[in-house]
């Protein structure tokens, strides 16, 4: 499996930004995917995944501003960002989390950073 992630840039806090991640495989095989980052001098995070079936699931940190979802017709995922908080600066990934063995490496991600 082959990600690229893409959408990120410089916004101010309160702003919006839209993640997405292109799929080299038909999603609809895949159970479940997640967007992760990671902060500065931080560890990768999950921060938001959906299954299959539509089911989305959130870190506390980003509930109720993000919203992950999928266009299996696109092989797409996406991560609308709303009022962006410069907490929210990091890399940002996709990647498969199930099935395990279809995890991609991490590629470069891309790069989202909220300015205050």
């Known amino acids: 499996v082959q990600l690229q992630a893409s959408g990120g840039g410089v916004v101010q806090a309160g702003g919006s930004l839209r993640l997405s991640c292109a799929v080299s495989v038909s999603i609809f095989k895949i159970t479940s995917m997640g967007w992760y980052r990671q902060a500065p001098a931080k560890q990768r995070e999950l921060v938001a995944w959906i299954t299959s079936g539509g089911s989305t699931n959130y870190a506390d940190s980003v509930k109720g501003r993000f919203t992950i979802s999928r266009d299996n017709a696109r092989n797409s995922v996406y991560l609308q960002m709303n009022s962006l908080k410069p907490e929210d600066t990091g890399v940002y990934y996709c990647?498969?989390?199930?099935?395990?063995?279809?995890?991609?490496?991490w590629g470069q991600g891309t790069q989202v950073t909220v300015s205050s």
């Open positions: 990647n498969v989390i199930l099935p395990i063995d279809w995890r991609a490496s």
